[in-house]
Structure formats: structure tokens, C-alpha cells
């Protein structure tokens, strides 16, 4: 018996269709991929491997998938947290309309940069991002060793660039780097909302995905009450309908939020096999209305629907730990409806292989099962939060944060060991942050210091702010919104 690593005598969580778990278990990886999962045999610890890991006091579990984030503007944590609603829109705004328009890329480049290192120490190996120059995200994470889908945002109610330059600068993202570095990362046709978007920019994106027909299309779906109001602008009935009419309601569709989805909504989702990414945090922290309706999860996983889990924007709400977002996915569903709305298995494939199932890599990561890409977190289960070792399951999905993760294996390759990131240098990476955050305030007029953050005035937000494409949003918007209430 012949390894590149054995991990032996580990708790060992599988998330196979049984959700198998071993209380003393052996995992063995060779040439990138995991060839043997069983229970643990007394002579283990000899096994002939490159590399062997005792596993006692370990949980070996798979990589956990972010299936839908943004990337960019990381080096800005802390700085909208308690700005109110419209102080945070307004100031994001303003910096993704100048990031669009070729501002800030020492600010964008230093973000991939601490994304990667912190989601990596997390335990977090696969991304699926959607920014506005997303070309030094996708070398950023192949060069750590991550996985990643990468996207340039399209969209032509939202910032003043054209939308033939916008289409020129994805295509262009789309040949240099999908499929590269071993196949980890990967390119998406990233529209960016139901609300934002013209008919005709829906258009054209299913034509670019016509011509690329094994990328994904990833969205802002029913996010916002916005979305069906946009979509009857649009000509169509509502969001899923005009996806529809244009040919994009399908497998190859993952939509992010799908907050306002209804019963017809769900089902027309499961019917095209698409897929949904679930980010509670970000709208628990920027919740408008309490009333309003929360993301029907059991309702799409009951229907079939492939449901993972995203971090959204963790800037706006200062966190990494995609673990965290099961614990706040069951308490959100929990206060909005009822104690039960999830088990502690269910989040835990959430942050897993439904995530893999989502992003259509199911058949590759997400699991710990032979013949499967070696993606795999060593987890510390030897602390006092963790004892006594009872129902593991609800020790990830409650418990778990990402210091606990103490080594992360991504395509048989070990880029993180006891803590410490083997594939970037933290040190480097930091000062680079801090060096960028330091321009940014001085260019910016954005006051960032250890007491908090305080946006340029709202004249000053105003002048940088993208004009001609909202202008036209909010005009669009109100129209409609004037049809519906007196139908003419």
C-alpha cells in the first residue's frame, strides 16, 4: 500500500450519499486524488507514504466551498460596519463605479491578495466570485493553490462603462484564464443582477454563452424587491420569466440570494436543474424590513434544488469564517420561522458538496469519496470547545471557526500545515494591505483608522458616484413602478 499522504486514526466525516462518518478512520491521497476512505487498521501508522498524519484528535473533512463571494474590496473590512443602509450603498457605489472605470487596482490587487490568505487559513478551498476586474483574483488564488470561479460583473444600469467594452473585457478574461492552473480555476459569464440589467443585456450574455457553453452563469437572483419590477420593465412576467425568454434558465445557471422566490419560482428552478447560493449573513446584517420573506431553503432543497452556501461581501459585515454562515443560516431560518428548520448534516453538505453540486463540480470535490479531487481540511478537534466529541455535525456547523482549521490539502498539495500557509507569505501579504489601505485613504478622503471609518460627505460621494446607469435604474424603476399601480 503506496501513498503521497495517509492521514490515519482521524475522525473522519465523509459526506458521501450516506453521510458516512468514522470515529477512527484513514484517508489516503495519491496524485491529487483521495484513493482510499475506510475505517482505521492497527498498522496504519506505517503506511508507506510521503507524507503521514496522525490523526488522532483530527477531523478530516472536505474543503469548504464559498459559492458565491466578491472579492475586490477586502482591505476595506471595518470600513462600511456602521455606516447606516444608504451611507454603505452609496459609498460602495462610488468605489466599484471607479473600480470599473480602471481606479484603485492597487486596492482590488492587494483584496485578492487577503481574501485568498485569510480563506485559506479558514479552511475555505473553492470560490465562486463575481468582480469588476477579476483577472489578478483568478492568478492570485491559482498561484496559492485554491480553487476558484472567477467572473467580471456585467451590467449596463449600474456603472458608466460600455457595454461593448464590458462584453470585450469578459471575453477576453474568458480565454486567458478559464481552465487554467491544473483546471482550478475556472471563468463564469457573470451578469450581475435581475435589477440592474436591460433586456438586451440579458441578450447578449446568452449569446456569450452560446459561444462558451461549458461556463457557468452566475447572478443576483430575486434578491431585492427591485428584481420582478425590473423584469416587467424588461417585457417578461417577472425575473425567471425573462430568463427564460432569453434562454439562461438552466443547468449552467447558479443564482445567488433568491430571497423573494415564491412556489412557482422554485419549482421552474428545480425543473431547469439550476442551482442557488444561500449568503444569510449579509442580509441578517443589512436586513431592510424585518417582514420581509427569508430564502426558502428547505423548500428548495426538498424540491431538489442544489442550495450551497456564500459569504457575499464579507467586508460589509466582517467575517471570514464560511462556517459561520451555516450557523447563521439555522438561526436566521430558526427566528424567521421556527425552531428545525435544518439539521446539522443538512448545513454541513451545504458548506460542501451541494456548494460542489451547485458550481456543477460535484463529480470532483466536495466529498471525501476515492477517485475524487483531494480537497480536504485536517480540523482540531483536541481544544475545550470541542469536548466532549459529540455530534460532530453540529460541532462544525456551531462551533467550528476557522483557527480551528490546521491543515488544508487542495488538489493532493498541502498549502496549509499546523497554521501555518505554505503557498503565500502572510507578512508580505499584510504589509502590501496596509500599504494599499494607506493610499486609498489619502486619494479617497475615506478616514479609516483603529476607532472606526467615516465616508468623504455626501456631496463628495455624489461627485464620484456612476451617473448616466443608475439615473437610468431608478427611472426604469419608478416607471414601472407607476404601470403596476395604474395599469394603462
Not at 448616466?468 to 395599469?487: E, H, N, T, V
Amino acid at each position: 500500500m503506496a501513498a503521497d499522504i495517509a492521514i490515519h486514526d482521524a475522525y473522519v466525516l465523509t459526506i458521501d450519499d450516506r453521510n458516512r462518518l468514522y470515529e477512527r478512520g484513514t484517508v489516503l491521497i495519491e496524485d491529487g486524488r483521495i484513493t482510499e476512505v475506510r475505517a482505521a487498521q492497527d498498522d496504519d501508522a506505517d503506511i508507506a507514504a510521503d507524507r503521514v498524519i496522525d490523526g488522532e484528535g483530527k477531523l478530516v473533512m472536505p474543503g469548504l466551498v464559498n459559492a458565491h463571494t466578491h472579492l475586490e474590496l477586502t482591505p476595506l473590512m471595518g470600513a462600511f460596519s456602521d455606516l447606516d443602509l444608504l451611507e454603505m450603498m452609496g459609498g460602495m457605489t462610488a468605489i466599484y463605479g471607479q473600480i470599473a472605470a480602471g481606479e484603485y487596482d492597487y486596492l482590488t490587487e492587494a483584496g485578492y491578495e487577503l481574501a485568498a490568505l485569510n480563506f485559506l487559513a479558514g479552511g475555505v478551498t473553492t470560490v465562486n466570485s463575481m468582480d469588476v476586474r477579476p483577472s489578478a483574483g483568478a492568478e492570485t488564488f491559482g498561484e496559492a493553490g485554491l480553487r476558484g470561479f472567477f467572473g467580471l460583473a456585467l451590467s449596463d444600469l449600474f456603472w458608466d462603462v460600455p457595454v461593448s467594452e464590458q462584453f470585450a473585457r469578459a471575453r477576453e478574461f474568458i480565454d486567458e484564464y478559464h481552465d487554467t492552473y491544473d483546471g482550478r480555476i475556472r471563468a463564469t459569464i457573470t451578469p450581475h443582477d435581475d435589477w440592474s440589467c436591460t433586456r438586451e443585456l440579458w441578450e447578449r450574455t446568452a449569446a456569450l454563452a452560446a459561444e462558451y457553453p461549458d461556463l457557468l452563469v452566475h447572478t443576483h437572483l430575486l434578491e431585492l424587491e427591485a428584481s420582478n419590477t425590473m423584469a416587467r420593465s424588461n417585457g417578461a412576467a417577472d425575473s425567471l420569466d425573462l430568463l427564460d425568454d432569453v434562454g439562461l434558465l438552466d443547468d449552467r445557471l447558479v443564482a445567488a440570494h433568491f430571497r423573494l422566490a415564491d412556489e412557482a419560482d422554485i419549482r421552474r428552478t428545480a425543473e431547469a436543474d439550476a442551482s442557488v447560493a444561500h449568503c444569510p449573513s449579509i442580509f441578517c446584517y443589512w436586513n431592510t424590513d424585518g417582514d420581509v420573506q427569508w430564502t426558502p431553503v428547505p423548500e428548495l432543497r426538498d424540491a431538489g434544488v442544489d442550495v450551497g452556501l456564500g459569504i457575499d461581501d464579507h467586508y460589509w459585515h466582517d467575517s471570514y469564517s464560511l462556517f459561520g454562515e451555516a450557523r447563521q443560516a439555522r438561526l436566521a431560518a430558526n427566528l424567521k420561522r421556527s425552531a428545525g428548520q435544518y439539521q446539522s448534516m443538512e448545513l454541513v453538505r451545504m458548506l460542501t458538496i451541494d456548494g460542489a453540486e451547485a458550481l456543477g463540480v460535484g463529480d470532483e470535490i466536495g466529498s471525501l469519496e476515492p477517485g475524487k479531487r483531494a480537497d480536504v481540511l485536517v480540523v482540531d478537534l483536541d481544544k475545550p470547545k470541542f469536548t466532549p466529541v459529540t455530534n460532530i455535525p453540529a460541532q462544525v456547523t456551531n462551533n467550528a471557526g476557522p483557527a480551528d482549521v490546521e491543515m488544508v490539502i487542495v488538489d493532493g498539495d498541502v498549502l496549509m500545515t499546523d497554521g501555518e500557509i505554505e503557498t503565500m507569505d502572510a507578512d508580505n501579504v499584510r504589509e502590501r494591505v496596509e500599504s494599499a489601505v494607506e493610499r486609498f485613504v489619502a486619494e479617497s478622503e475615506w478616514e479609516l483608522d483603529i476607532g472606526g471609518s467615516d465616508p468623504p460627505s455626501k456631496l463628495d460621494l455624489a461627485r464620484d458616484l456612476p451617473t448616466r446607469g443608475p439615473s437610468q435604474l431608478l427611472g426604469r424603476l419608478a416607471f414601472q413602478s407607476a404601470r403596476d399601480k395604474f395599469p394603462f
